[in-house]
C-alpha cells in the first residue's frame, strides 16, 4: 500500500501565499507522476498542477503563474507554491500519485486532503 500525507493547508488572507506539501511512502518501485488537484465548494474536482518523471510540467489555466509545482524525486515529495491566492482558489487540496508497486504494475493514490481557505 501506498501512502500521501498533505501538510501545508490552512487560511490565509487574498493575495496571500501557501506552501504544500507532500510525501509518498510504502510499497512504491517508482512513480510517475504527482501533482495536485483540488474540489472547491459545489465544484467537481479539477487539475491544479503535475508533474512528471521526464520532468513535463501541467498547469490550469487559472493556475499558470501564481502557482509553481516541484519534485523531490529522490525524497519521493512534491511541493506546490501558491501565490496570490483569490477566493476562487477556496478548496480542498488532494495530492495525488501515480506509483509502481511491483515492476510493471501501477495505480493511481490519493491523499486524504488538506483544506485550503482563502478570506476575500
Known amino acids: 500500500q501506498v501512502q500521501l500525507v498533505e501538510s501545508g493547508g490552512g487560511q490565509v488572507q487574498a493575495g496571500g501565499s501557501l506552501r504544500l506539501s507532500c510525501a509518498a511512502s510504502?510499497?512504491?518501485?517508482?512513480?510517475?507522476?504527482m501533482g495536485w488537484y483540488r474540489q472547491g465548494p459545489g465544484q467537481q474536482r479539477e487539475l491544479v498542477a503535475t508533474?512528471?518523471?521526464?520532468?513535463?510540467?501541467n498547469y490550469a489555466d487559472s493556475a499558470k503563474g501564481r502557482f509553481a509545482i516541484s519534485r523531490d524525486n529522490a525524497k519521493n515529495t512534491v511541493t506546490l507554491q501558491m501565490d496570490s491566492l483569490g477566493a476562487e482558489d477556496t478548496a480542498v487540496y488532494y495530492c495525488?500519485?501515480?506509483?509502481?508497486?511491483?515492476?510493471?504494475?501501477?495505480?493511481?493514490?490519493w491523499g486524504q486532503g488538506t483544506q485550503v481557505t482563502v478570506s476575500s
Open positions: 495525488n500519485a501515480r506509483v509502481y508497486y511491483e515492476i510493471n504494475r501501477w495505480d493511481d493514490f
Open positions: 508533474v512528471n518523471s521526464g520532468g513535463g510540467y
Open positions: 510504502g510499497r512504491i518501485y517508482s512513480i510517475v507522476a
